[in-house]
């Protein structure tokens, strides 16, 4: 039984996702085998947010997955004009996609935040508007 597990069919290997979280995969030999004979090619470095249909930066991905080497297999679609498309993409092209997603989403919160204020701002105006009339007085309380 000894040295058995060397012969292990299967291996496992840590695949960091763009998000910079950390899985792993659990490939087995015959799969690897056949992986080896379908070799991907990269798409040329782009910027994946925007959109080859119409000028939208809002394209967002569907899907992603290992393919081979440090290379991602990226499903993408416009919310704009419901362009899709895919292809292979390098690790630094969905790294920077995964930054302007980012991004978009820290915009979005920060205008979240900045739309919360406004609000607050707008109450804490009228509340002083109508102490000021006299609208609001000690017994309301
Ligand atoms: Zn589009």
Redesign the pocket.
Known sequence: MEGSEERDPHYVKRVVLPSGKTIEVVYFKDAVEQDSSFRTVAEPDQALHL??????EL?YPTGWEEADGDRWHVQLR?P????RSEGIFSQSTVEAFDEELEAGTDALAADLRRLCRANMAEEVDRFAAALDSGAILPEDF
């Open positions: 959109c080859a249909a119409c000028s939208s394209v416009c704009d004009c419901e362009h």
